[in-house]
């Protein structure tokens, strides 16, 4: 028996979320179907955690056991050839038998991207949130700042949430001002990207940071409100949830 690593990205528009569900296209059954048409196995595979329906990852890991004796650098290729093109493994290593991938990771980092002017960028809309107005990014980036280290994220977890805790650290937080490399007039646009790592992530709590970091960038908050949202631990007083296509897992750390 061999223990398989793997790490996987894939873009999310088409799919109902990582996790495998009833009725409904998922990246685990795409995974899984590919593996047993590679090795004739039904395997189970256990990922660092599950994204949304529309989640985007470039940095996914997931580990399943199996008795194949395929070449571990020959893995990817096999089951890319098998994947839809909006999924490919990028990596893959044999780890102890006793590895797994929720469990053991140590860190994650999401990035969500928002693109602000008048109109969407044709090739990018399925990656950024587009919102047509300017946003204040200074008082964003301050508001951010409140998030820095360990805190009860209460306010900005889903009521759906079945963690027994709400404490999560957040060690990096930050806010980037990307300005179009090529336009040609019409739109003037930036890119905003917000990227967080920290030792764990609650349900939507990035895509509610997020939706409360817009009413702050649009003067509908201060960047102050921040810190009050977080010391009330209650979730009506942050923002919305912001929408799913902005939102990127970048990376898992062990």
């Not at 790490?7 to 528009?13: E, I, L, N, R, S």
């Not at 587009?130 to 280290?149: F, S």
Request: proline share 3%; with cysteine; glycine share 8%.
């Amino acid at each position: 028996m061999r223990n398989l690593r793997f790490v996987v990205a894939y873009d999310g528009t088409k799919y109902s979320g990582f996790q495998t569900q009833p009725d409904a296209l998922t990246i685990q059954d795409e995974l899984e179907g590919a593996i047993m048409n590679l090795t004739g196995e039904k395997v189970k595979i256990i990922a660092s955690g599950r994204t949304d329906a529309g989640v985007h990852a470039k940095g996914q890991v997931f580990n399943f056991m199996t008795i194949s004796q395929i070449p571990v650098e020959r893995w990817c290729l096999a089951l890319n050839t098998r994947l839809p093109r909006d999924i490919v493994t990028r990596h893959a290593q044999e780890v102890p038998l006793e590895f797994h991938s929720r469990h053991a990771a140590k860190l994650k980092t999401y990035s969500y991207t928002i693109r602000t002017g008048r109109f969407p960028d044709v090739f990018s809309r399925q990656y950024q949130l587009h919102h047509p107005a300017r946003l204040d990014a200074e008082a964003m980036r301050e508001g951010l700042e409140h998030l820095r280290g360990e805190h009860d994220f209460t306010s900005f977890c889903s009521v759906r949430s079945t963690k027994q805790s709400h404490v999560r650290t957040l060690y990096d937080v930050r806010l980037e001002v990307l300005e179009e490399e090529y336009d040609l007039g019409y739109n003037s646009p930036s890119v905003i990207r917000i990227v967080m790592t920290g030792n764990g992530f609650l349900y939507n709590m990035v895509r509610i940071i997020v939706g409360t970091l817009l009413q702050i960038g649009t003067g509908k908050r201060s960047s102050g409100d921040m810190a009050r949202i977080l010391a009330a631990k209650d979730r009506s007083k942050a923002g919305p949830t912001a929408e799913a296509h902005g939102l990127m897992l970048l990376n898992v750390q062990y």
